[in-house]
């Protein structure tokens, strides 16, 4: 997420974690480093001085906790300051009242269709059951992109392209769904006068009455989005924000902080091209990543969302007894790949993210997608048993996936040093250390 900030703001933690001594020209250097890395972000000069005479402040007159290094107190007080840049809590949805009313609001171009359907996806996976009304009456096609995106998750529509009301639709799709738990009203995106967004947004709001207007805005504009969250919010009492486009977004860091000063909420970040690409915003997880100190909660929030109980509790017991067999490795695959973006969840796990490059991790993804077309070439005895897989079968598993011989010798080849690492490992009590994690990724990297 955002460029190359947090790949510079790692790399500024690691340099701190290496120095011996902590002292004035230390802490002086890591500051230097954080406002590089924060202007080159695009975050408000002005703002960055701030936080850098705060964190630097704090480093030279204030004396470690009892039982935490120098070392350790510097990087708390970067943590907490750059947790303080981006203000509030966590703030999730309250929906306690049916129908709730979301009116999503958003200019042109802010990806506020697309985050439409990743909100449909997360309100899915905490129960819930959202409808769309699409009142979009000046995009061409806005009803059938609309639902296109979102009919594989069995979200229902209301629409009508031959009706230009944008108001007389939204009264029929509130008709429509009124016994629906959350019903979700796109609306037209708009240029960048705001007082066209706030017009149209006071008069759907008086016949919406929704709980929660939310507009989206695109993280690529860096402190620009300041100004619309300020418009936005002192237009109405209830509102928050949603910044997409995070990914790879080298003003990203400008769009957030200049949200965050206004003090209007941020909701939710979009941080990938997925459906599954939208969290939840949570300042301290946000920056516990973003400085490389790895996202524990998030990651084990993933999994269960993601990962079939009981397929994943036969795989670890059949890895911890000596009796994994490709099928299992499959299913731990495809684990995987439903938790997200392979560099993603490294980076939820502390010192894993930076240890491995972004190219490294493309590499391993690519490997692990033709492993499983080796694997589906595979009979369900040979996946059940691979110890039968001799050349004759080697040579039908590799006409049948379009690879070479040497590269099913390559995946069999990797079952077998899983299977004796994963053996080993359930001798000694099941405990995964951070060596032998990276001798298992070191596999794919060979």
Not at 105 to 125: D, E, N, Y
Request: with cysteine; net charge positive; hydrophobic share 35%.
């Amino acid at each position: 997420m955002l460029g190359n900030l947090g790949e510079n703001l790692t790399n500024t933690m690691k340099k701190l974690v290496g120095m011996t001594v902590i002292d004035k020209k230390t802490i002086k250097e890591v500051v230097k480093d954080i406002q590089r890395a924060l202007i080159q972000s695009d975050v408000n000069i002005a703002l960055v001085l701030d936080l850098s005479k705060k964190i630097e402040s704090r480093a030279l007159e204030e004396k470690p906790p009892k039982g935490i290094t120098p070392r350790e107190h510097v990087i708390t007080i970067i943590y907490e300051e750059m947790v303080n840049l981006l203000g509030k809590d966590a703030t999730n949805l309250d929906i306690t009242e049916r129908p709730y009313k979301i009116l999503f609001l958003g200019l042109q171009g802010s990806g506020k269709t697309t985050t439409i359907g990743k909100l449909c996806r997360f309100l899915q996976k905490k129960g819930f059951n959202p409808a769309v009304v699409c009142t979009d009456t000046w995009r061409p096609a806005a009803y059938e992109q609309l639902k296109q995106l979102i009919e594989d998750m069995d979200v229902p529509v209301y629409g009508d392209p031959s009706n230009k009301d944008a108001l007389d639709l939204a009264r029929k799709g509130l008709r429509e769904f009124k016994n629906r738990k959350v019903v979700i009203f796109d609306t037209a995106g708009r240029h960048k006068e705001e007082k066209d967004l706030i017009a149209e947004m006071n008069e759907l709001n008086d016949i919406i009455n929704p709980n929660e207007a939310i507009l989206v805005i695109d993280g690529t504009i860096g402190q620009q989005a300041g100004e619309q969250a300020k418009a936005f919010s002192q237009a109405t009492d209830i509102g928050s924000i949603i910044i997409t486009k995070l990914d790879g977004s080298a003003k990203g860091g400008g769009a957030m902080s200049a949200v965050a000063e206004t003090g209007a909420s941020i909701k939710f970040i979009g941080t990938g091209e997925r459906i599954d690409d939208f969290e939840l915003f949570d300042p301290e997880r946000f920056i516990s990543r973003l400085l490389g100190m790895g996202d524990i909660k998030s990651l084990i929030e993933k999994a269960e969302e993601n990962i079939d109980e009981d397929i994943a509790q036969k795989t670890m017991n059949n890895m911890m007894s000596g009796k994994f067999t490709l099928l299992d490795m499959k299913n731990q695959f495809d684990m995987m790949k439903k938790m997200g973006p392979m560099q993603q969840v490294l980076n939820m796990i502390p010192g894993m993210g930076n240890k491995i490059s972004k190219e490294a991790t493309k590499m391993t993804e690519d490997k692990i997608e033709k492993y499983k077309v080796m694997m589906s070439s595979m009979t369900e005895t040979e996946m059940m048993d691979p110890k039968i897989i001799k050349q004759s079968r080697i040579q039908r598993i590799a006409r049948g996936a379009g690879v070479e011989e040497i590269e099913v010798k390559e995946l069999l080849k990797y079952y077998n040093n899983t299977k004796k690492t994963m053996k080993g490992l359930g001798r000694r009590g099941g405990r995964l250390s951070g060596g032998t994690m990276n001798r298992m990724m070191g596999q794919f990297m060979k």
